[in-house]
């Protein structure tokens, strides 16, 4: 009997042992591994200092933020590690764009991702963390559109007023004067309206947020990532659990990312914009959209007001990087990762999976942002 | 066998290195006894500090009477409004339909296993019961959400809602519009989690009862239904409650698959077809994008779980010591 325990027991206290090793190893800096990664390999190449545009030739990329733009990123790291430069390493964590500016402003990740630019008071708070300016630039946009659940209500015409009277639950059926004055040609069921958001916090519900505290003078909710719904209103988790709701739920109606509404087929409004026209949203019009407002060169704003052609509620996606602090590899990385992204093929990535890429005004300033990347050595 | 009179070396006493086994062993356990109560008290200590800021915010009494849920988003600051009712109403709603639907039907299906079911089918089928427990809370979630709900609970419950929404008082636990992600949803889904756990306990358990006092019954000319009503389930009543509190735990504390059909709404109602909110899973739902000062409201939430699971199993405990008390046995 004794020789079993013993031998059970010298296996337990090693496996202890062993456990509490491992635990030690890792519990320390997690950023150390990755930078045992990066040294040997900076020490290997030698890249000239200067050769800005030049594919830095094996660095490693460590990202974080936004939820949104993560099938595109996918998209964009796979085929630029396959095709471009096969000695890159890419990691993109979407933890989502709050975490995005928090593992940015530490400074645990070379670049960050977020739906929400970076407001001076954070920019502040960047310079005062690293010691030099903290860049932003944004790399697509994407609108997000009200999809329903019945087929017969593609293309119903709906204004931000009557959006947030909608989810604000003062207009509850679909016959109701308001929709109805916007679709004089339509006859209207008397079935109740069943809005569905997002439960989780998003992006999405930001950028939709934003659009109707900007431009519904009866929108009472605020904006942000997540607002107070009122009762009566449903929640779906991410973009897939709000379209399951909607396809569920007769008299379904709510707020999708534009790639998802596309993949899935769903009815869509066409929803009234500054100049008055009822726009679907189409890529196209998703990108002149992001053409007709105005960008600061700072680059913080929202695409809001938008007229012509342009579909009105349109969010972008930001990244950040700084001005400092990088080893040459991974600036060079991160400039040319950037830089390929808004270039024409990063571009027709974007439209195959539903994301409006930069108009090409816009591309020049994102560009000479990009070239910004750790400037200050 | 016995044992060897004790001064005397038997065959058990270890000679050598064996010497080493007893207190090594010792200590083994105490490290991991202790080491348990030292995480438990390090989580507490822990999330109720981060928490602290929030209650004394919003008032500690405040955060769980208020249904207001406004998220700020401040670094630095509180600007938002953190009453958690909304979410404690919903916890509790759906864990107790969980325990109602799951606990009658876990003790019908031990019942079964362990005195009706042929023999050759008893370990099969107590094997598939627990392979429930095997399943992935968010492959519950999604097949309740994409698959079962719709399908099957759907119908359910509009029948359900158009026959009992009328009936006075009765009528608001079931008053319509019925959202196809709801309470019941959740609580239904839920019961199937909890399902195996209380099986397994309860099945043995109800195999511990004296074959005696069944076989003695059985003399006395009762039926299968009488021994198990009244010797059977009598006897192991204590267990059984212990079985319900598992799966009250785990059913209060169950986050994705919750998550993904409770309606997400972040009010409460009083229909069950109402699409509310939960604890674990608002948690789960708002963790990722939120500021700073909601990450801090939202472990103030992982704290009142904690409390409230707590008071849940003093109380559950107390019945089951008043009960057993009445029925003259000393349960627990």
């Given at each position: 009997m004794t020789a079993p325990i013993r031998a059970m027991l010298s296996m337990l206290v090693l496996a202890l042992i062993a456990t509490a090793c491992a635990a030690n190893g890792d519990a320390g800096d997690p950023t150390a591994a990755q930078e045992d990664d990066q040294q040997p390999a900076a020490a290997e190449t030698d890249v000239d200092d200067d050769a800005d545009r030049a594919p830095a030739a094996a660095a490693s990329l460590d990202g974080a933020g936004a939820t949104f733009p993560t099938p595109l990123f996918q998209d964009w790291i796979f085929e630029y590690e396959a095709e471009?430069?096969?000695e890159a390493s890419i990691n993109y964590q979407s933890i989502g764009s709050g975490g995005g500016i928090e593992q940015f402003l530490s400074q645990t990740v070379d670049f960050g991702s977020s739906e929400r630019y970076l407001d001076d008071e954070t920019l502040t708070e960047a310079q005062a963390a690293r010691g030099c300016s903290a860049i932003q630039f944004p790399v697509v946009f994407g609108a997000v559109t009200i999809a329903f659940h019945d087929q017969e209500f593609d293309d119903l015409i709906l204004d931000a007023e009557t959006i947030a009277a909608i989810f604000q639950r003062e207009i509850t059926t679909f016959d109701d004067p308001a929709i109805a004055a916007l679709n004089p040609d339509r006859d209207l069921p008397d079935a109740d309206i069943i809005p569905v958001h997002r439960s989780d916090g998003s992006g999405t519900t930001s950028v939709f947020t934003v659009y109707l505290d900007h431009t519904a003078d009866n929108w009472e909710l605020g904006e942000g990532t997540e607002v107070q719904w009122p009762s009566g209103t449903l929640g779906g988790q991410g973009n897939e659990g709000v379209t399951a709701q909607i396809q569920q739920n007769p008299g379904g109606l709510g707020y999708v990312n534009q790639a998802y509404a596309l993949e899935n087929q769903l009815p869509t409004a066409r929803v009234v914009n500054d100049d008055g026209n009822a726009i679907k949203a189409e890529l196209e019009n998703t990108t002149e959209a992001a053409e007709e407002a105005e960008i600061p060169g700072s680059f913080q704003f929202d695409i809001l007001d938008i007229g012509g052609?342009?579909?009105?509620i349109a969010g972008t996606n930001w990244i950040f990087a700084w001005e400092?602090?990088?080893?040459d590899d991974t600036a060079a990385l991160l400039r040319d990762f950037w830089s390929w992204a808004v270039s024409e093929e990063g571009d027709s990535l974007a439209l195959d999976l539903g994301y409006a890429p930069l108009g090409s005004a816009l591309k020049d300033d994102v560009l000479a942002a990009v070239e910004r990347i750790n400037i200050q050595q | 066998m016995t044992s060897a009179p004790p001064g005397r070396a038997s065959a058990l006493q270890a000679t050598g290195a064996g010497r080493y086994a007893d207190p090594l062993f010792k200590w083994a356990a105490i490290t991991a006894g202790v080491s348990v109560l030292a995480v438990l008290g390090l989580m507490i200590g822990s999330t109720t500090a981060d928490a602290w800021p929030v209650f004394q915010y919003q008032g500690f009494v405040d955060f769980f009477v208020n249904d207001e849920w406004r998220a700020g988003f401040s670094r630095t600051d509180f600007t938002g409004e953190y009453g958690a009712f909304s979410f404690i109403f919903g916890t509790l709603v759906v864990a107790l339909i969980a325990i109602v639907l799951a606990l009658p039907l876990a003790l019908a299906v031990s019942l079964y296993i362990t005195r009706l079911a042929p023999r050759r089918m008893k370990g099969p089928l107590a094997y598939t019961v627990e392979l429930l427990a095997a399943v992935p809370s968010v492959v519950y979630g999604l097949w309740g959400l994409l698959y079962f709900v719709p399908t099957f609970l759907r119908p359910v419950m509009e029948l359900l809602s158009a026959a009992l929404a009328p009936v006075p008082l009765l009528g608001t636990f079931f008053a319509?519009?019925?959202?196809?992600?709801?309470y019941l949803a959740a609580g239904t889904v839920l019961a199937i989690m909890i399902l195996p756990i209380i099986t397994a306990i309860s099945r043995e358990v109800i195999a511990q009862v004296p074959p005696e006092q069944v076989q003695a019954a059985y003399g006395l000319g009762a039926t299968d239904w009488e021994v198990m009503r009244k010797i059977i389930l009598r006897r192991s009543f204590p267990g059984v409650v212990g079985a319900t509190m598992l799966g009250l735990g785990r059913a209060l504390g169950e986050t994705i698959a919750v998550a993904m059909l409770i309606g997400g709404s972040q009010r409460w109602g009083l229909s069950l077809f109402f699409g509310g909110d939960a604890m674990a899973a608002h948690i789960a739902n708002t963790?990722?994008?939120?500021a700073p000062e909601t990450v801090q409201a939202l472990i103030a939430i992982g704290v009142g779980l904690f409390i409230i699971t707590v008071i849940v199993n003093v109380l559950a405990r107390l019945l089951v010591w008043r009960i057993g008390r009445v029925a003259g046995d000393a349960a627990l």
């Open positions: 471009v430069n096969p052609e342009g579909f009105p400092c602090g990088y080893d | 319509g519009p019925v959202y196809s992600t709801n963790f990722q994008d939120a």
